[in-house]
């Protein structure tokens, strides 16, 4: 069987890892396409290196750019390669521009996509990555999801379980719950020295880590300026590696003045650094979605800056607490009162999602 993966952006690089590595045990051949969606060394390279991911065959350059514009170069790019190498399946992750542009290429050629991180729904259809998962999901012919409330999502849209065999026909194209491959890839990296070591600037005596990089929270330079004021009147450090997005509306509406007081304001961090960054944090403030399912493996109590979260599971036992307004940052935080549960799996996901692609498309 010959898979075509599409990457583009950093969480779909650590994704990757752990499913490229049980393709490659179970005897799938794997090319790798990066549309070049994140580029700089430190949201790209640095992770290749560090996660030992295959070297992409296929690298289309596309870069940034307006949504229409830059799906629409990924859209040509893709189709470009699939119609070249004619692959069983390509593999998406997740909910970026390089997903919605590798299943739409795919689907339009007849090529079965396989969406990983399927039936995520965040019920706010003004972010960018909610139109992108409805659409992947829609486009898909197998939809492997990462919790049970994905599931849930997907039956409430007319999908149907893959246990129930193999269906047919429009809306039923098949679903399975298989954990989620970000617990994979958390369990094999986290026991690297490197994690151990974390980031060797953090500051002793105790930090919160913070990452914000969402649209909802960057594209209004009032809002961003007030999440900044916010986390500089922190009664600690705040850890604040910065998302080249963040940075470039900092810079463009000068709001350099505002990263001040207890803010410590460091590059993109490489995986391993971040995870140590992580684990050794009294608490985490996000708005990323990869960093709030760490948080909650982790268990390390968590606020995610927005008004609601696809990742529910992690509101339960208030591990994670949802914030969507400045003013009221520091009194969201409260001390968790309940058990965390294994609710992204046993950290299986990428080899049961590589047998499942065996078993609908090998041959
Ligand atoms: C994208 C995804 C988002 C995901 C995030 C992960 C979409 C619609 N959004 O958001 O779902 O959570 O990746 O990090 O696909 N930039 C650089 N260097 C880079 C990459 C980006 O400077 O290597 C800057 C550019 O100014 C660019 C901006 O960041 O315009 C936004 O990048 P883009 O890839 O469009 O979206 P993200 O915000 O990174
Ligand atoms: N991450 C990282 N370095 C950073 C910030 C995040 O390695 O400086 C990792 C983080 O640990 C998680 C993933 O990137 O595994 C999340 O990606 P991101 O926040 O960019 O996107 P999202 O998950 O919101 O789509």
Same mark, same amino acid.
């Given at each position: 069987?010959?898979?075509?993966?599409? #990457?583009?952006? &950093?969480?779909?690089? *650590?994704?990757?890892?752990?499913?490229?590595?049980?393709?490659?045990? =179970?005897? @799938?051949?794997?090319?790798?396409?990066?549309?070049?969606?994140?580029?700089?060394?430190?949201?790209?390279? !640095?992770?290749?290196?560090?996660?030992?991911?295959?070297?992409?065959?296929?690298?289309?350059? #596309?870069?940034?750019?307006?949504?229409?514009?830059?799906?629409?170069?990924?859209?040509? +790019?893709?189709?470009? #390669?699939?119609?070249?190498?004619? /692959?069983?399946?390509?593999?998406? %992750?997740?909910?970026?521009?390089?997903? !919605?542009?590798?299943?739409?290429?795919?689907?339009?050629?007849? @090529?079965?996509?396989?969406?990983?991180?399927?039936?995520? &729904?965040?019920?706010?259809?003004?972010?960018?990555?909610?139109?992108?998962?409805?659409?992947?999901d829609h486009l898909s012919e197998l939809l492997l999801?990462?919790?049970? =409330?994905?599931?849930?999502?997907?039956?409430?849209?007319?999908?149907?379980?893959?246990?129930?065999?193999?269906?047919?026909?429009?809306?039923?194209?098949? %679903?399975?719950? #298989?954990?989620? @491959?970000?617990?994979? $890839?958390?369990?094999?990296?986290?026991?690297?020295?490197?994690? &151990?070591?974390?980031? /060797?600037?953090?500051?002793?005596?105790?930090?919160?880590?913070?990452?914000?990089?969402?649209?909802?929270?960057?594209?209004?330079?009032?809002?961003?300026?007030?999440?900044?004021?916010?986390?500089?009147?922190?009664?600690?450090?705040?850890?604040?590696?910065?998302?080249?997005?963040?940075? $470039? @509306?900092?810079?463009?509406?000068?709001?350099?003045?505002?990263?001040?007081?207890?803010?410590?304001?460091?590059?993109? !961090?490489? %995986?391993?650094?971040?995870?140590?960054?992580?684990?050794?944090? $009294?608490?985490?403030?996000?708005?990323?979605?990869?960093?709030?399912?760490?948080?909650?493996?982790?268990?390390? /109590?968590? *606020?995610?800056?927005?008004?609601?979260?696809?990742?529910?599971?992690?509101?339960?036992? +208030?591990?994670?607490?949802?914030?969507?307004?400045?003013?009221?940052?520091?009194?969201?935080?409260?001390?968790?009162?309940?058990?965390?549960?294994?609710?992204?799996?046993?950290?299986?996901?990428?080899?049961?999602?590589?047998?499942?692609?065996? =078993?609908?498309?090998?041959?």
């Open positions: 069987m010959k898979i075509l993966t599409i #990457v583009g952006a &950093r969480p779909q690089f *650590i994704k990757a890892g752990p499913v490229s590595r049980a393709m490659a045990s =179970q005897g @799938v051949e794997e090319i790798l396409v990066h549309t070049g969606q994140h580029y700089d060394l430190e949201m790209s390279s !640095l992770f290749f290196k560090e996660l030992d991911l295959p070297e992409p065959k296929f690298h289309l350059g #596309v870069g940034s750019g307006s949504h229409g514009s830059q799906t629409a170069s990924m859209l040509v +790019g893709i189709e470009r #390669v699939v119609m070249e190498i004619q /692959p069983d399946a390509v593999l998406v %992750y997740g909910d970026t521009n390089s997903t !919605l542009a590798g299943a739409l290429a795919a689907s339009k050629l007849h @090529v079965p996509v396989v969406h990983i991180e399927a039936g995520l &729904r965040s019920w706010n259809r003004r972010m960018p990555e909610e139109l992108n998962r409805i659409t992947v999801a990462p919790t049970h =409330q994905a599931c849930e999502n997907l039956r409430n849209e007319g999908f149907q379980e893959l246990t129930h065999g193999n269906p047919s026909g429009t809306h039923q194209q098949p %679903y399975a719950w #298989v954990g989620d @491959v970000m617990l994979d $890839a958390l369990n094999h990296h986290l026991q690297s020295p490197n994690a &151990r070591r974390a980031c /060797p600037e953090l500051p002793t005596g105790g930090y919160y880590l913070a990452s914000l990089h969402r649209a909802q929270n960057t594209d209004d330079p009032e809002l961003l300026k007030s999440w900044l004021n916010a986390f500089s009147q922190a009664d600690r450090p705040v850890v604040f590696p910065l998302h080249p997005r963040t940075k $470039a @509306v900092i810079e463009r509406f000068g709001l350099q003045e505002q990263l001040g007081g207890s803010l410590k304001i460091l590059p993109p !961090l490489g %995986y391993l650094a971040m995870l140590g960054t992580q684990r050794g944090a $009294a608490a985490i403030l996000t708005d990323s979605g990869g960093v709030q399912k760490e948080a909650y493996i982790l268990g390390v /109590p968590c *606020i995610t800056l927005r008004q609601e979260t696809e990742w529910t599971e992690t509101l339960e036992g +208030g591990w994670n607490r949802l914030c969507g307004e400045p003013s009221k940052l520091w009194e969201s935080l409260g001390a968790p009162n309940g058990d965390r549960k294994p609710v992204y799996g046993d950290g299986t996901a990428a080899p049961k999602s590589v047998a499942l692609m065996l =078993q609908l498309f090998g041959h």
